[in-house]
């Protein structure tokens, strides 16, 4: 069985620009959640899809965004690039609601 | 303060060493999650707990509803074991995560 894959697993962006991420879950989860990883603040939850709905979401600013696909997949978006903005973006998927979360690689974003 | 506290943040061992690992937590929670994070970035989910003990080989993991405490013990320690170990918490329906442990084993 595959497990979570993320795409790219490295990225470097300009300030200003946007920048799209992919994450496709472990086959048959349905619940996607994408976290932020920095030196200075550690992992802080994102946001939560199940079933192509946001579930939750953390307190990041309206910049990112995401969503899910009918088959899983989920994409976050972050728009308006800041040098604080990089980071390592990992996402996770389960299979239900408290089951354990299986985690992808991570994508490495540097903003310049 | 943070609702998920570690300690130690940093642990250097000798290979052969029992070694644990604290994490407090001061919300009411549905599950405990203890995460391994190697060099790369990669996480491997080691535990999820809502009460009592789970042990997977030479990691044993604990947690304490009453006290909000859990410990992670690694027994027989070995230089692979050399990770960041992250206590994370289930709390309106989202992941709250510890600072981390840096754990060095020297051979």
């Not at chain 2, 491997?44 to 604990?62: E, Q």
């Amino acid at each position: 069985k595959a497990g979570v894959t993320q795409t790219p697993r490295y990225l470097i962006k300009t300030r200003g620009q946007q920048v799209t991420l992919s994450c496709s879950p472990i086959s048959g989860h349905r619940s996607v959640s994408w976290y932020q990883q920095t030196p200075g603040q550690g992992l802080q939850f994102l946001f939560e899809y199940f079933s192509e709905t946001q579930r939750n979401k953390g307190n990041f600013p309206g910049r990112f965004s995401g969503r899910q696909f009918s088959n899983s997949r989920s994409e976050m978006n972050v728009s308006t690039l800041e040098l604080g903005d990089s980071a390592l973006y990992l996402c996770a998927s389960k299979g239900g609601v408290e089951t354990e979360a299986f985690f992808g690689q991570g994508t490495r974003l540097t903003v310049v | 303060k943070n609702e998920v506290e570690q300690s130690p943040q940093n642990l250097t061992a000798q290979e052969g060493e029992f070694i644990t690992i604290n994490c407090s937590y001061s919300v009411g929670i549905s599950a405990l999650h203890w995460l391994q994070q190697h060099p790369g970035g990669g996480i491997v989910s080691l535990f999820m707990l809502s009460s009592g003990k789970k042990k997977h080989g030479r990691l044993i993991a604990t947690i304490n509803i009453q006290e909000k405490h859990s410990s992670l013990h690694i027994t027989a320690s070995h230089p692979r074991d050399s990770a960041v170990y992250i206590c994370a918490v289930r709390s309106r329906a989202r992941l709250t995560f510890g600072e981390g442990t840096q754990l060095t084993v020297n051979p």
